[in-house]
């Protein structure tokens, strides 16, 4: 079984090291988060299943790497950098190490983990 440390240790530069400077941004933004595998990346949320109640996602891709956030188009955004997806999503594409952003990304991951679950519900 992949884990997520597995999923970003087999990525290929840049975006291995994108998402090694990803990962303590969201672990240290969501300390009550749990980060596990979800349909073939990773994510982190709330409880024991990710899946159930999303926060946020990494998914590669070969040229970037996609961080997404499940209520993304509820963040303050005023660096304009989030992309609206479907429903309440929104993502930024990241394609060098330097695009990760430690205070900014923090930010909407606080805001996005106090949102989670509301669609669930």
Not at 36 to 58: E, I, Q, S
Not at 110 to 118: E, I, L, N, V
């Amino acid at each position: 079984m992949t884990t997520v440390t597995d999923y970003l240790d087999g990525l290929d530069e840049p975006l291995r090291e994108i998402g090694a400077r990803l990962r303590p941004v969201i672990e240290d933004a969501l300390p009550g988060a749990t980060g596990a595998m979800w349909h073939g990346h990773p994510v982190w949320g709330r409880g024991d299943r990710p899946g159930r109640d999303p926060v946020c996602l990494v998914k590669a891709y070969p040229s970037y790497l996609t961080f997404g956030l499940w209520q993304g188009q509820e963040v303050d955004d005023p660096s304009g950098r989030l992309t609206p997806g479907a429903r309440s999503m929104a993502s930024v594409k990241l394609r060098t190490p330097d695009e990760v952003d430690p205070v900014l990304f923090g930010d909407w991951l606080r805001q996005a983990y106090a949102g989670a679950g509301r669609e669930a519900a």
